[in-house]
């Protein structure tokens, strides 16, 4: 009887041991979550493939918000309880003057708490901007954005509200300054307040750095109190018409200047889609996906490269996430089980 209960112990044991080993196995093989950047964050087109979306929700991305240049969240690819918190866009004067829009942003959960405006008002309809006279933008922002940032709607809380985005151009910068103007017109003590700046940028990385010093000069330059400089969200970035190599180059080198960058409080890239929905002015090596779904070069480095398990050509799943927590929970299950059973051996 005792020679039997130690043998029948010694089996029970050596279960234990690989059931354990299988356990340490499976955690190992889950990727550990990423630490989600502040900083990064994705300009959204809406993307209809399911894999590319998981891919980027999934639990070692590094996104951690999105915008869409709409108040309308995209619930359907990127649920709102999600890592990615999502920043209402008000496009134009007519969604700013739309009670739709108002009612819209009031719903918004208590994560969102940026609102973007206008879009490009410097530039046409055509091309995405809002085409805006900077007197015509001012009033607007005072009669119908300012209140977001001033009215304690939201249970004591205020969004945090940012000038128009424009064009990253000599007539973007000349565009800001008739509008700060018109804004002190109406009213004289408090102009536009803001309490960020969007920037756009389409280029090489110079010039990208070059135009964040130039509008954080025209923001802060007078500014006495250095806590209390404007930070700056890109909004819109990529290199236009580019090869493979000259784009991951210009990212490679934009991504760690960014992040050291401590007047850069957020920036997307543009964007997440697939060479086949690269649009022809931008062209397709801006895209994140190739047309099979698997991560391009460029899309592998923003998704934070090796550090977070991505290379080019992985593609998302919409189970995989899951399935590897169903195989964890599985081999927890075959742990207790086997401790439960060994407990009566
Ligand atoms: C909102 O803006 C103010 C500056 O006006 C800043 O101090 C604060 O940190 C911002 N809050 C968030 C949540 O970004
Ligand atoms: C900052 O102050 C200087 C000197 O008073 C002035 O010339 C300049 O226009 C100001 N810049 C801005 C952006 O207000
Ligand atoms: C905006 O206009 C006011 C009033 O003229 C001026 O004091 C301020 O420097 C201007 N700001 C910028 C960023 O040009
Ligand atoms: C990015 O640049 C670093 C050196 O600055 C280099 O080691 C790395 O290979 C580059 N990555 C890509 C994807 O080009």
């Given at each position: 009887?005792?020679?039997?209960?130690?043998?029948?112990?010694?089996?029970?044991?050596?279960?234990?041991?690989?059931?354990?080993?299988?356990?340490?196995?499976?955690?190992?093989?889950?990727?550990?979550?990423?630490?989600?950047?502040?900083?990064?964050?994705?300009?959204?087109?809406?993307?209809?493939?399911?894999?590319?979306?998981?891919?980027?929700?999934?639990?070692?991305?590094?996104?951690?918000?999105?915008?869409?240049?709409?108040?309308?969240?995209?619930?359907?690819?990127?649920?709102?309880?999600?890592?990615?918190?999502?920043?209402?866009?008000?496009?134009?004067?007519?969604?700013?003057?739309?009670?739709?829009?108002?009612?819209?942003?009031?719903?918004?959960?208590?994560?969102?708490?940026?609102?973007?405006?206008?879009?490009?008002?410097?530039?046409?309809?055509?091309?995405?901007?809002?085409?805006?006279?900077?007197?015509?933008?001012?009033?607007?922002?005072?009669?119908?954005?300012?209140?977001?940032?001033?009215?304690?709607?939201r249970g004591g809380r205020t969004w945090n509200i940012s000038h128009p985005s424009v064009t990253r151009s000599p007539r973007g910068l000349d565009w800001l300054r008739q509008f700060n103007l018109s804004c002190y017109k109406i009213d004289e003590e408090n102009g536009c307040p803001t309490d960020f700046i969007a920037a756009h940028w389409y280029g090489a990385f110079d010039g990208l750095a070059s135009w964040l010093g130039t509008l954080d000069e025209f923001y802060n330059a007078n500014r006495s109190d250095d806590t209390a400089r404007l930070k700056i969200w890109i909004t819109e970035m990529?290199?236009?018409?580019?090869?493979?190599?000259?784009?991951?180059?210009?990212?490679?080198?934009?991504?760690?200047?960014?992040?050291?960058?401590?007047?850069?409080?957020?920036?997307?890239?543009?964007?997440?889609?697939?060479?086949?929905?690269?649009?022809?002015?931008?062209?397709?090596?801006?895209?994140?996906?190739?047309?099979?779904?698997?991560?391009?070069?460029?899309?592998?480095?923003?998704?934070?490269?090796?550090?977070?398990?991505?290379?080019?050509?992985?593609?998302?799943?919409?189970?995989?996430?899951?399935?590897?927590?169903?195989?964890?929970?599985?081999?927890?299950?075959?742990?207790?089980?086997?401790?439960?059973?060994?407990?009566?051996?």
């Open positions: 009887m005792k020679r039997q209960l130690s043998r029948s112990r010694a089996i029970s044991m050596s279960i234990l041991q690989t059931t354990l080993f299988l356990l340490t196995l499976g955690t190992r093989m889950i990727p550990s979550s990423a630490q989600r950047n502040t900083k990064r964050g994705i300009a959204y087109l809406g993307n209809t493939h399911k894999s590319d979306n998981s891919l980027l929700l999934s639990s070692s991305s590094p996104l951690s918000w999105y915008y869409n240049w709409s108040p309308y969240p995209a619930t359907e690819q990127i649920p709102l309880d999600s890592p990615l918190e999502f920043t209402p866009l008000v496009h134009g004067i007519d969604d700013a003057e739309s009670s739709q829009t108002q009612h819209q942003i009031k719903s918004l959960p208590r994560s969102s708490m940026h609102i973007l405006t206008f879009n490009e008002p410097d530039g046409d309809k055509d091309s995405g901007g809002s085409d805006i006279d900077p007197e015509d933008a001012a009033r607007a922002y005072i009669e119908h954005i300012v209140p977001y940032h001033t009215s304690n709607s990529a290199l236009p018409q580019a090869n493979t190599h000259d784009t991951v180059n210009m990212m490679n080198q934009t991504l760690p200047y960014l992040e050291k960058l401590e007047y850069v409080e957020k920036y997307a890239w543009f964007g997440a889609f697939r060479t086949d929905d690269a649009n022809e002015w931008t062209g397709d090596g801006v895209a994140l996906f190739d047309d099979d779904g698997g991560l391009t070069k460029l899309g592998a480095l923003y998704m934070g490269g090796e550090v977070n398990g991505f290379e080019e050509g992985d593609k998302g799943n919409a189970g995989t996430a899951n399935l590897v927590k169903v195989n964890a929970g599985l081999l927890w299950v075959l742990a207790m089980f086997t401790m439960f059973v060994s407990s009566f051996w």
